[in-house]
Structure formats: C-alpha cells, structure tokens
C-alpha cells in the first residue's frame, strides 16, 4: 500500500515537535544547530536567520550521516537541531528524517518569515 503526502506529514508533525521563535531563542542559547531547508533560489531572495546553516530538503541526509563525504561536522546527534523552511512542511519531513537516522532532539521551527516576524534576527544568504 503506498502513502500519501497527508500521511508522509501528520507522521513528520507527529515525530517533530514545532516550536516557537522564544523556544528557539532558548535552543540556540544552548548551541543549537540551525538548519534552512529551503532551496538556495528562495534563501538568496530572502537572506536566512542569523547563523543558520543552508541544507536544502534534497541533501539533509548527505550532510547530517558522517559516512558520506557531503557530511558536515556542524551534524552532531547529540546537539539540538532547529529546522524551518518557507512554511514548516519540508521541516518536518526533514525533522522525521533526521530522527529516523538517531537524532533525538529535532524540532521544527515552521516558517521563515514567521520566525523573522517574532524577531529572529536575518542575514543575507
């Protein structure tokens, strides 16, 4: 039986918990890793918050698994990690992928501009 979009979803948002902008202020107190998953068109027409890593959606797994040579250090599994993207959905898919692969402490920040809003500092891309 195959799985829907709607399904592939409520199993992301189940997994990973969204957060708001003043939990993820709290985290990135901590050394939380923040990660944009948008894709690199939107992040250079918007910038990213401020010391985010851009990982767009497709390449998440290459950069957070240290057995490949895309692997970035900044991926540690026993560091918080801070998703967003244009609006929480590829975030949580992302979210769920990284818990599949052991990490623990994921959560979703949901969408850029509503983190920008609350008064997440930005900078260009």
Do not use: W
């Amino acid at each position: 039986m195959s799985t829907s979009v709607k399904q592939l979803m409520a199993a992301a948002n189940e997994a990973v918990p969204k957060i708001s902008a003043d939990d993820a202020r709290k985290l990135m107190a901590k050394d939380a890793l923040v990660v944009d998953v948008r894709d690199g068109t939107e992040v250079a027409k918007t910038g990213k918050l401020k010391g985010a890593v851009h990982v767009s959606r497709g390449m998440i797994e290459f950069r957070a698994d240290a057995d490949t040579p895309y692997h970035d250090p900044q991926f540690r599994k026993d560091r918080p990690v801070i998703l967003y993207c244009a609006s929480g959905g590829r975030s949580a898919l992302a979210g769920k992928v990284l818990k599949d692969m052991g990490y623990t402490n994921v959560h979703n920040l949901g969408g850029f501009k509503d983190a920008a809003d609350a008064g997440l500092e930005v900078e260009p891309a």
